[in-house]
Structure formats: structure tokens, C-alpha cells
């Protein structure tokens, strides 16, 4: 009991003092706020589709990159920034930093979405950007071209204020993250890796600020990812993730993610019954295609499945293929990998971690009523393709997601309202800013914890 009314995980740095930067104002004018959303909404416009890894609307990409120089002057005419497109399409951007002793960081997103079909169902045509009740509706508004825009947004707002980092940065944006990101990302990376870099940080897209879709929580979130395969629930961030979250949850919730040392296993029974919970417990599977038969009245010789695997953190690769393999034991039933790689490293998220901390710091700033925790992001993004180039990656971005919006991500009706969007941009200039800090303060921990 005294643990469950104790327990606040990571609160340390709340108390702590910050070193001081000179922070400048984003006072953004009504101007101002209609030009950066005509901004977005172009982008929007621009039917920048990956079908497949040799099939994209590469007319769409270029007319991006145009649309891109064309509203982000400061950012393309700066001495502070150098920019190269990689791959013919994607872009990175180093913008030069006054401290050369201070490692930078590095901010990805991507400009490239899945199809969208107007017949499917949407409000609003998939490509139109209309504004409906306060939200524009189109593909690639939530995944990822708010990142895309917001980012550069807000170095655009920074540079005519005036703004020279302390610390360095780069800017990463591919082109064909939907299939794989071998020829942006990829050749990013390899650009980097080629100069000596090495990063403190790297952000990108992944989970969000979720509001009521957590059973049980007490306000928003963000969260920074017959024969079952076995639960892990406990082996990974996950654990962290609830007793990050512990407090902000009512009785008898409450009690239990206090104190999962005694909880784990009915915990994990539970989540495992939702389907969108199942992988904080165990690596998932799905059956994406299946292949068999070729008349109604006559038995199939021949029957092949594709199956799309989540693997959990405390997992590898070959552990997995190994219990299929042993599950099936039927020498009848061919295994063949189509394609695969193991789950990323868990990134630190502890009070030294420069990353995290500023991240966390930026949103509490901005939305005191969010609670902060660290996650599994279930999805792969480009961020995989940077591996060699820091030991923490952070997927996340400041969009909130209410019941029923996590369906619109690769659905029908994908939105972001004009408020979200705007939060977006403060929230990378305030980021950028806040990581100009050479060092965290020290760690207040042992004054709060039990």
C-alpha cells in the first residue's frame, strides 16, 4: 500500500534546475497560423504514394521537394543549414550548431503514404485537405507529413527569429518509408556514417499522446511502441510503461501497476485478451495472405500462408522461427523467410538520458496534464536504418490520438485537427531549443522515491 500511493516513477527531474537557455518566444500571429496550416494542407494535396518498392509516384515527390523550397525559404537560403537530397527524393538537412564538443541530435519523419481510395468511405476525397469541424482530413496527416511540415515549420519560425543552435542538429526525411525505406533512409544513414557522425539522439515517428484509450488512466498519455507464442510481459519496456502510468490510474488499477513485482501474471492474462494490448505480452502474429484451392469441389494440393510477425524485445528473430518451427513439427510444412530483422535495442530512459529527458521535458512544458512513459512502439519505422548512429532512438511525436483515431493510421478518414497540427510545430521549436543544454541537472530521485 505504502508503494501504491508512493510510486511516481521518473520524477525527479521536476524538481530539479535546468540549465538556462535563451529561449525564444513562438508567438505566432493569426497570419502567421493561416499560412503554416495552407502550408500543411498543400502538402496534403500532394499525392506522394508508395504502392510498392518499384512503384512510386516519383512526379508527386518532386513536386514535393518543389513545395518544400517554395514555403520554406529560410531553411533553404540559410548558411546554418546545409541540405542534400539523398536517393534522388529524400532530403537531409545538418544545421550547424556554435559548440563543436556537443554531440547533435537528428529528427526524421517521411514524405511518402499509403494509397487512399475516396470509394472506401471517406468524408472528405483522401487528397482534398478539407477542413471539416476543425480537422483536415487526408492521407498522410497523421502519418507523417505533420512531422514532416511541423518539423521544418518550426526551423523556419526559429531561423527568422534569429535562432543559432548551440548544439548541431540533422533533419532526416524520407521518401519511401511505407516500403521498407531502402533507398531513403538507407543511403541517409549511409551519408552519416560516411562523415564520422555520431548522434545524441534520434526522434521519429512512433506512438503519441493517448487520450482515453488507456482503460482505467486518468487523463492522457504519451507513450514513447491456439497456440500462443509464449507471454514476455515484464521482459521488455512494458513493465515501465504501467508503473510509469501507476498513479494516474483509480483504485483498484492503481494497486496493481504500483506493484507488478505481485500482479505481472494476472496483468498479462488481462492485456492479452485485446488485441490491441496482446503485443505488450508476447510477439503476434497475423495471417496476411492466404492461398488454396483452385475449384470449390475439389481438395487443394498445395496451400501457402504469409504470416506478419511482431517480435516482442525480449525476443530475436531465430528464437522465434525456432518455436514455429518446433509448433508445427510437420515435415510437410515448408518455413521460408520472406524478410525479417530482430527488434530494435530498448533505448535508455532513465533520469541521465539526455534524450529522453528533453523530450519529456518539452511535453510537460507544454501539456502539464500529460503523464510520460516509455513504450513499445508495435510499428517499424526508418529510425531502424540508423542503428549504428546513436544507441538511443525515440519514436514519438506530439499527436493525440482519442477513441476510434488509432483506426484512421493506413484507414479510411485519416485526420489531424488544425489545433494538434499547430501543437505540432511549437512542439519541435520548443525542442530544438531545449536541447541546445549542454548536460541534464542532477537526479532528484532518492528525495521522492519511498
Avoid at 511540415?149 to 519511401?176: C, S
Wanted: aromatic share 10%; proline share 6%.
Amino acid at each position: 500500500m505504502s508503494r501504491t500511493f508512493t510510486l511516481k516513477e521518473n520524477l525527479g527531474l521536476q524538481f530539479a534546475q535546468w540549465e538556462n537557455t535563451t529561449i525564444i518566444s513562438a508567438d505566432i500571429s493569426k497570419q502567421q497560423r493561416e499560412v503554416l496550416l495552407a502550408n500543411f494542407k498543400a502538402a496534403i494535396r500532394i499525392p506522394s504514394v508508395s504502392f510498392s518498392q518499384t512503384h512510386q509516384n516519383t512526379s508527386a515527390l518532386r513536386e514535393f521537394d518543389q513545395l518544400l523550397r517554395r514555403v520554406f525559404p529560410n531553411v533553404f537560403s540559410s548558411s546554418l543549414v546545409k541540405h542534400e537530397v539523398v536517393g534522388n527524393y529524400s532530403h537531409l538537412f545538418t544545421v550547424l550548431g556554435t559548440d563543436p564538443e556537443l554531440v547533435p541530435y537528428m529528427l526524421l519523419a517521411h514524405i511518402d503514404v499509403v494509397p487512399a481510395n475516396e470509394v472506401d468511405g471517406w468524408e472528405a476525397p483522401p487528397f482534398s485537405a478539407k477542413e471539416l469541424n476543425g480537422f483536415i482530413y487526408g492521407r498522410g496527416t497523421i502519418d507523417n507529413k505533420q512531422c514532416v511540415m511541423g518539423i521544418l515549420q518550426a526551423v523556419e519560425y526559429l531561423l527568422e527569429r534569429g535562432y543559432v543552435p548551440r548544439r548541431g542538429f540533422y533533419i532526416g526525411l524520407g521518401h519511401d518509408e511505407e516500403v521498407y525505406g531502402y533507398n531513403g533512409a538507407v543511403n541517409i544513414a549511409k551519408v552519416l556514417k560516411s562523415g564520422g557522425v555520431k548522434l545524441q539522439y534520434i526522434l521519429d515517428e512512433g506512438l503519441a499522446v493517448m487520450d482515453g484509450i488507456i482503460t482505467g488512466l486518468n487523463g492522457p498519455a504519451a507513450l514513447l511502441e491456439e497456440s500462443p507464442m509464449p507471454r514476455l510481459f515484464g521482459y521488455g519496456p512494458e513493465q515501465s510503461t504501467f508503473e510509469h502510468l501507476a498513479h494516474k490510474f483509480q483504485f483498484p488499477l492503481r494497486f496493481m501497476m504500483s506493484n507488478l513485482w505481485l500482479f505481472n501474471p494476472l496483468l498479462s492474462r488481462v492485456m492479452e485478451r485485446r488485441p490491441d494490448m496482446n503485443a505488450f505480452v508476447r510477439t503476434t502474429t497475423a495471417v496476411t495472405m492466404f492461398n488454396s484451392g483452385v475449384k470449390v469441389n475439389v481438395l487443394p494440393s498445395h496451400a501457402e500462408a504469409f504470416v506478419n510477425l511482431r517480435i516482442h524485445p525480449a525476443q530475436t528473430l531465430q528464437e522465434v522461427l525456432d518455436l514455429i518451427k518446433s509448433t508445427i513439427s510437420d515435415n510437410r510444412v515448408k518455413l521460408e523467410l520472406v524478410d525479417g530483422f530482430d527488434s530494435l535495442p530498448i533505448s535508455s530512459y532513465d533520469e541521465q538520458s539526455f534524450g529522453y529527458q528533453i523530450i519529456k521535458k518539452t511535453l510537460l512544458d507544454m501539456f502539464p496534464q500529460v503523464t510520460v512513459a516509455p513504450s513499445i512502439c508495435i510499428g517499424n519505422t526508418d529510425s531502424r536504418h540508423y542503428m549504428d548512429l546513436t544507441q538511443d532512438i525515440y519514436r514519438f511525436n506530439p499527436t493525440w490520438l482519442r477513441p476510434g483515431e488509432p483506426e484512421r493510421i493506413h484507414g479510411i478518414n485519416e485526420r489531424m485537427s488544425v489545433q494538434n497540427y499547430e501543437e505540432i510545430v511549437l512542439f519541435y521549436f520548443q525542442l530544438i531549443q531545449e536541447s541546445d543544454i549542454r548536460i541534464l541537472p542532477p537526479s532528484h530521485t532518492g528525495q521522492h522515491e519511498l
